[in-house]
């Protein structure tokens, strides 16, 4: 090959790897092309600054409702069922009819025992008047001593037998009053056990009552809860609610703690708690089971934090945190509880007036440039000026494609 082709070769080089170079520096997004990390715009964030607040601290469990008393109605006489006088499911009050039962057995014996009485008491007044008399003759020879003895024997008789009717009559008329089953609380009357007509005794059911105001909560709570728990019982009696199994809605808000029980399941590792509540609604139903929630203290000062300003990372929880040069870090954080159903309480990590990112950080990465907004706000709308330079940049795009 001739020395002319040689040069026009290594030109024809020079010219090509010149105009790839030009080329590859002009690509949109190149280093110092309109692309570049200096050029990308802010990302728009939703920002609310760390609040300090007063957090009441629960303790959570699952808890069963029971009524506050229990009554299975049985007869205590045996009879022939004739009446019930009241309706399933309603509210009776203590004294109130429940059943009657045929009266006519015991009120016949319990006139048996009248006249009995009476018989007896017609005796003894006989005999105490023959003692009298015969006492003033006794001095005279009239009668003898060993009569008069007969005489004692025969009234101390008769005063046994009348007070023995006495106690009949009176428990005749306990037999008698049994025939009307009253109830013997403020309760709410169950489904019917016995239909009348049928013959009962006094292992019977008729029905069974509860009694719902006031109504216990009992629940448990692990072991390590226990000392806690005492020593905050201690200083003033504990506030309980009774929560929804469902969707965790509060049923009853006005419990009070009112034993801890005095040992702990071994099986289990926990102990037993009891609470009262007024019941004034009708709200709690013996054996409903409920979310129980125990409040055993209030954090005065607490650093509180919308929920989802939360993130979960390898290391453990973090936040992105807005710099006062724009600018997001990632911020790691402890979690120290739940406030409510959409707040947490900062244990570490931030300080109050920190503002943390709680919508648009997944758009972030550390150092990344931000807009931030308020809650609500939305970013505003783009000037001319920036659709004009996204319509450059765009066209210079496409033409650095070709």
């Given amino acids: 090959m001739s020395r002319f082709w040689k040069i026009a070769l290594i030109v024809v080089a020079v010219v090509v790897v010149a105009f790839v170079a030009v080329r590859l520096l002009h690509k949109p997004g190149g280093a110092g ?23 009441p ?23 022939q069922l004739i009446k019930l006088d009241f309706t399933e499911g309603q509210q009776v009050k203590k004294g109130d009819l429940l059943a009657e039962i045929d009266p006519r057995p015991f009120q016949a014996a319990y006139d048996q025992a009248a006249a009995k009485q009476k018989q007896d008491e017609a005796s003894l007044s006989t005999a105490q008047s023959t003692l009298k008399r ?29 007070a023995q009717d006495k106690a009949s009559l009176e428990s005749a008329g306990v037999n008698l009053q049994y025939t009307h089953i009253t109830s013997p609380i403020d309760g709410v009357a169950g489904i019917r056990a016995v239909d009348p007509g049928n013959v009962v005794t006094t292992t019977s059911t008729i029905v069974t009552l509860t009694q719902l105001h006031p109504i216990y909560v009992m629940f448990t709570l692990p072991e390590q809860n226990l ?54 609604d009708n709200a709690l139903w013996p054996g409903q ?48 509880g739940e406030v409510g159903d959409s707040h ?29 907004l308020k809650p609500g706000e939305v970013p505003p709308a783009p000037t001319d000026a920036d659709l004009k330079k996204a319509k450059q940049q765009g066209q210079g795009g496409r033409r650095g494609g070709h």
């Fill in 33 to 55: 092309g309109p692309g570049g990390d200096k050029d990308n715009p802010p990302v728009p964030v939703t920002v609310v600054p760390v609040a300090k607040e007063n957090v």
């Fill in 57 to 79: 601290v629960y303790l959570t469990g699952l808890g069963t409702v029971q009524a506050l008393n229990t009554i299975t109605v049985n007869p205590q006489v045996s009879g």
């Fill in 134 to 162: 015969n006492q003033s003759l006794v001095a005279s020879g009239y009668v003898a001593a060993l009569d008069m003895d007969t005489y004692r024997n025969n009234v101390s008789q008769l005063q046994a037998a009348v």
């Fill in 227 to 280: 000392d806690m728990v005492r020593k905050a019982q201690m200083v003033a009696p504990l506030q309980v609610a009774a929560l929804d199994r469902v969707d965790a809605h509060p049923v009853a808000n006005d419990g009070v703690l009112n034993v801890i029980d005095n040992q702990i399941d071994a099986t289990t590792g926990t102990f037993r708690l009891k609470s009262q509540f007024a019941n004034a």
């Fill in 289 to 336: 089971f409920v979310n129980v929630r125990l409040q055993v203290r209030v954090d005065d000062g607490a650093l509180v934090i919308p929920a989802e300003a939360v993130q979960r990372g390898p290391d453990g929880d973090y936040v992105y945190q807005v710099q006062g040069d724009n600018t997001a870090k990632m911020q790691p954080v402890v979690v120290a």
């Fill in 344 to 372: 947490v309480m900062i244990g570490s990590g931030l300080k109050m007036g920190d503002q943390v990112v709680t919508e648009g950080q997944f758009r972030l990465k550390p150092g990344s440039k931000v807009t931030p």
